[in-house]
């Protein structure tokens, strides 16, 4: 599948990437089939609903489509016992067609290859509180509740990153009157053959994936299954494409492809490839542990407003993008985060089932469009 030669790279000093393997394209949904991602690819079983188990276990999501109500509620409770636990877990049978996947991670590639003058044709805006378009250099660690500003954007994550959101789109959500006018500025495609379509169809397929995860958390928090959906009907999701370059001279001490943080949002869906320096999460220990790219599974979080929204019963955990040890430092790498945001006006506040006499709501109501604009000042600056 994926093969590197560690040998030679160093002295070439040229960027590597993971190409696809032979006969991706082919359009068929396999549980096999990989697109640059590494790694044991898993076997979904009739019978079990947590194919491998640990602190991000993988969790087969195909019960919860074909194994009516009983199904959903075992899928629902597995999901809920890690949600409790780690906060992070990686889904197969998840119903993404590989296609849509594969179109969109080409896309990818094509818009990071751009020469840097192009990308920035294509800057965000200063004004975006989204930061859609080619994002300007910022410090995911700086949007920590405990962080030193300063200090952290002084150490800027060395990534580069694409976002688009459906506040950009022509048919894009309503606002209400007094959010800022900015939010619905357009989204800035590149010239680039079939990206924007691919974009969208990998966009569409995480609105689907994200609203029915929604509806199996509403289980596993024993609300009514249709709880979150007025909530997210009008969601307002960033998605991000993150690239990580080649690092042909050892970066600056402190510096990391992308510093430690918890996500801000609900939940995240993470596409990740699995080229070396990659996804790690902090585990009780306080133990980093990676996160390896599984064939055919996302990776899914919970975010900070999740955490907030069920009284901390769920965790957000802290993680990080490692830098490549310097035998494979010519290795790029990819990710696509889509990091489902509630609708704007949504009020985020404790839900019902997760507090009582004893643990009453330690936060008070908040929108979630208030909550992640500040997230991104935060970080950007903006
Ligand atoms: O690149 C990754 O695997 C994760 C990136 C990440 O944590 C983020 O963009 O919030
Ligand atoms: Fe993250």
């Given at each position: 599948m994926?093969?590197?030669?560690?040998?030679?790279?160093?002295?070439?000093?040229?960027?590597?990437?993971?190409?696809?393997?032979q006969?991706?394209?082919?359009?068929?949904?396999?549980?096999?089939?990989?697109?640059?991602?590494?790694?044991?690819?898993?076997?979904?079983?009739?019978?079990?609903?947590t194919?491998?188990?640990?602190?991000v276990?993988?969790?087969?999501?195909?019960s919860a489509w074909?194994?009516?109500p009983?199904?959903?509620?075992?899928v629902g409770?597995?999901?809920?016992e890690?949600?409790?636990?780690s906060?992070?877990?990686?889904?197969a049978?998840?119903?993404?067609?590989?296609?849509?996947?594969?179109?969109?991670?080409?896309?990818?590639?094509e818009f990071?290859?751009?020469?840097?003058s192009e990308?920035?044709?294509?800057l965000a805006?200063?004004?975006?509180p989204?930061?859609?378009?080619?994002?300007?250099?910022?410090?995911l660690a700086?949007?920590?509740?405990?962080?030193?500003l300063?200090r952290?954007?002084?150490?800027?994550?060395?990534?580069e990153?694409?976002?688009?959101n459906k506040?950009?789109?022509?048919?894009s959500?309503?606002?209400?009157?007094?959010a800022?006018?900015?939010?619905?500025?357009?989204?800035k495609?590149?010239?680039?053959?079939r990206?924007?379509?691919?974009?969208?169809a990998?966009?569409?397929?995480?609105?689907?994936?994200a609203r029915?995860?929604?509806?199996?958390?509403?289980?596993?928090?024993?609300?009514?299954?249709?709880?979150?959906?007025?909530?997210?009907?009008?969601?307002?999701?960033n998605?991000?494409?993150?690239?990580?370059?080649?690092?042909?001279?050892?970066?600056e001490?402190?510096?990391a492809?992308?510093?430690?943080h918890?996500?801000?949002?609900?939940?995240t869906?993470?596409?990740?490839?699995?080229?070396?320096?990659?996804?790690?999460v902090?585990?009780?220990?306080?133990?980093?542990?990676?996160?390896?790219?599984?064939?055919?599974?996302?990776?899914i979080?919970?975010g900070?407003?999740?955490?907030?929204?069920?009284?901390d019963?769920w965790?957000?955990?802290?993680?990080?993008?490692?830098n490549?040890?310097?035998?494979?430092?010519?290795?790029?790498?990819?990710?696509?985060?889509?990091f489902?945001?509630?609708?704007?006006?949504a009020?985020i506040e404790?839900?019902?089932t997760?507090t009582?006499?004893?643990?009453?709501?330690?936060y008070?109501?908040?929108?979630?469009?208030?909550?992640?604009?500040?997230?991104?000042?935060?970080?950007?600056?903006n």
């Amino acid at each position: 599948m994926v093969t590197l030669d560690t040998t030679s790279q160093m002295g070439s000093r040229k960027a590597r990437h993971y190409a696809f393997p032979q006969g991706h394209s082919s359009g068929k949904d396999t549980m096999n089939a990989s697109h640059g991602t590494s790694g044991t690819a898993v076997q979904p079983t009739a019978d079990k609903v947590t194919l491998i188990d640990g602190y991000v276990p993988v969790i087969d999501l195909s019960s919860a489509w074909t194994g009516g109500p009983e199904g959903r509620r075992a899928v629902g409770r597995a999901l809920g016992e890690v949600c409790e636990h780690s906060g992070f877990l990686a889904v197969a049978g998840h119903g993404v067609s590989e296609t849509v996947i594969a179109e969109m991670y080409r896309a990818t590639q094509e818009f990071f290859a751009l020469p840097l003058s192009e990308k920035k044709r294509l800057l965000a805006d200063p004004d975006d509180p989204l930061m859609r378009g080619f994002g300007r250099p910022g410090s995911l660690a700086a949007s920590n509740a405990d962080a030193s500003l300063d200090r952290e954007r002084a150490l800027p994550d060395i990534s580069e990153t694409y976002t688009i959101n459906k506040l950009g789109e022509p048919a894009s959500p309503g606002l209400p009157s007094d959010a800022d006018p900015h939010l619905k500025l357009p989204n800035k495609w590149p010239e680039l053959p079939r990206f924007a379509e691919a974009y969208r169809a990998y966009y569409a397929a995480m609105e689907n994936l994200a609203r029915e995860i929604m509806r199996l958390f509403a289980l596993a928090l024993d609300l009514p299954e249709s709880w979150f959906d007025d909530k997210i009907d009008e969601h307002m999701t960033n998605m991000t494409a993150n690239y990580y370059p080649a690092q042909p001279d050892p970066p600056e001490p402190g510096r990391a492809r992308k510093g430690h943080h918890s996500d801000w949002g609900c939940l995240t869906i993470l596409y990740q490839d699995g080229a070396p320096g990659g996804l790690q999460v902090l585990d009780k220990a306080e133990r980093w542990v990676e996160v390896p790219a599984i064939a055919s599974t996302f990776v899914i979080n919970i975010g900070d407003l999740m955490a907030r929204w069920t009284n901390d019963r769920w965790v957000s955990t802290v993680h990080r993008v490692v830098n490549p040890p310097r035998a494979v430092a010519m290795c790029e790498r990819y990710s696509v985060p889509f990091f489902y945001q509630p609708n704007y006006g949504a009020v985020i506040e404790c839900i019902p089932t997760c507090t009582d006499p004893g643990n009453p709501p330690k936060y008070g109501p908040i929108t979630s469009g208030a909550y992640i604009m500040d997230k991104f000042r935060r970080a950007y600056g903006n």
